[in-house]
């Protein structure tokens, strides 16, 4: 089966591309071809290339886009530049997991949880169960066991294929399983966890339920949360009294709305974007847009990513520009711009759960905001641990899929806060590991506090590529926050 679309910049943008864009099917993969033309940055010739995508991996869609802007002059995606030498790291990373256990493993162990259970005798020592992020694979969140962090065992899946919740969305590039947690309960062992509902595929909060932390685990019928919501985290303050933390996640939301706006309004770009590679990007992504815009979220991230990364490179700057253009424009273009710059803030609420961990009570609060440079477009991946009766918040910020990702930390003398963040980030890329992020906090088999994190082996950032589960000691002293 073959499609064909014919693509062409909308006029008044300043750089104009065509691009014809055949899609074939043959034994059930399917092959993109793009025919672009469009000026060359030096000359201002035209040129005409033929590109073909033969696989739709995240790695794919970086180096078509890293050919496009040697051909074209378009912006190198960040994970194809010649980044700066990185730090060594001042202190050792524990390594945990640092190579799949199983072929049933796909992806690695992002976004790992650590739940540490007790023993019910004096005499044993504690079990540590870990789950991590499996996105699309067809067995999701594996549960890893260990009794001193180091040696790890495979002890099953929340949701083994063909047990998947009947809410959710399933298949590649279509099912995004993410971020699990498991936390006791009473006695019961609750595994909270990210899906995709499977009509609106929107990203919901659902919960799994068991009599033990090996499952097997039962979940509920439906989310517990809709509406786009992303990384539940869950403070267990008894076993009646329960907070579920969550992102709202507009990641998704403000580059469409953001690219829908310049296709409509293309003389925006020059006003927006000051480099013309920048320019040349977004003269691009509108071309391909009515195509881009019809595919799952997650490719659709594929295909803007390098639009993306030029706003978020800039990002206060860039939201800055955004309020300066909509002060010039008519009410209805107001609105327009001002709805981008509501979702370019991903907050992060907390709210009371009942008793059986379905339902929240009152109202919710914001927590944070991503409103550093570091940040740039989002904070997420939260974690709440109670040292010396003063509550500390781990989170990440900036682009998972980048050596950009990092972890901050943020301190407050009441659970929801007010929160103060700390302004620079406590982990960031080495040379060792790239984007160290989505931590938890755990105590460790010597009794003291152990964050676990993920991390990319170096230059292997991206979607779906292998994360690592590292551990690095922490020490609170009042405000302050000691790493290693």
């Known amino acids: 089966m ?29 092959t993109f071809i793009f025919e672009v033309t469009g000026q060359t940055p030096v000359s201002g010739e035209g040129k005409f290339r033929k590109y073909e995508l033969a696989e739709r991996a995240h790695t794919a869609y970086l180096t078509l886009f890293g050919t496009l802007a040697t051909d074209f002059g378009l912006r190198t995606p960040q994970n194809k530049r010649q980044t700066a030498v990185k730090p060594s ?17 796909l992806y690695g162990y992002g976004d790992p949880a650590v739940l540490r259970v007790e023993a019910s005798t004096t005499a044993q020592d504690p079990t540590y169960y870990l789950v991590a992020t499996t996105n699309d694979a067809p067995d999701s969140f594996p549960i890893l066991r260990s009794k001193n962090l180091k040696e790890w065992q495979l002890v099953d899946f929340v949701f083994p294929k063909g047990r998947k919740p009947e809410w959710a969305a399933e298949g590649e590039l279509v099912s995004d399983y993410w971020a699990p947690e498991m936390h006791q309960v009473g006695n019961e062992f609750r595994v909270y966890f990210v899906a995709r509902d499977k009509n609106t595929h929107e990203l919901c909060i659902g919960l799994a339920r068991s009599s033990s932390p090996e499952g097997p ?10 509406g786009n919501v992303i990384d539940p985290h869950v403070f267990v303050q008894d076993a009646e009294t329960t907070y579920l933390f969550w992102k709202e996640d507009s990641n998704e939301v403000w580059p469409r709305l953001l690219i829908d706006l310049l296709y409509q309004n293309p003389t925006f770009i020059p006003q927006l974007f000051e480099e013309e590679e920048d320019q040349r990007t977004a003269s691009f992504i509108l071309a391909i847009w009515p195509w881009a815009k019809k595919l799952e979220p997650m490719e659709r991230f594929l295909v803007t990513q390098v639009l993306i990364e030029a706003v978020i490179s800039r990002y206060l700057e860039f939201y800055q520009q955004l309020e300066d253009l909509a002060g010039e424009q008519p ?95 406590i982990l960031q890329s080495t040379r060792e590991w790239w984007a160290p992020g989505h931590p938890s906090v755990v105590t460790g088999p010597d ?4 964050m676990i994190l993920h991390a990319y082996f170096p230059g292997k950032a991206g979607y779906k590529e292998f994360r690592a589960v590292l551990a690095a000691p922490l020490t609170f002293e009042g405000d302050q926050v000691k790493v290693g």
Do not use: C
């Not at 685990?217 to 809709?226: C, D, G, Q």
């Open 331 to 425: 009410p209805a273009l107001q609105e327009s711009i001002r709805t981008v710059q509501q979702f370019m803030k991903t907050p992060l609420y907390a709210q009371q759960m009942t008793p059986n961990g379905t339902d929240l009570l009152g109202e919710r609060t914001k927590v944070l905001e991503n409103d550093l440079a570091w940040e740039a477009h989002l904070v997420e991946g939260m974690w709440v641990t109670k040292q010396n009766n003063r509550f500390y918040l781990f989170y990440a910020g900036n682009d998972f899929s980048t050596d950009q990702y990092g972890i901050g930390v943020a301190h407050a003398d009441a659970l929801l806060g007010p929160y103060q963040k700390v302004s620079a980030p």
């Open 217 to 226: 685990f039962v979940p509920e019928k439906a989310p517990i949360l809709k």
């Open 89 to 105: 790291g001042n202190f050792p990373y524990q390594e945990l997991l640092i190579y799949n256990l199983t072929p049933q493993i």
């Open 2 to 30: 073959h499609q064909e679309n014919e693509l062409i910049t909308p006029q008044g943008a300043p750089f104009r591309f065509e691009v014809r864009l055949r899609e074939e099917n043959e034994d059930g993969e399917t």
């Open 447 to 450: 009794g003291k506090p152990l």
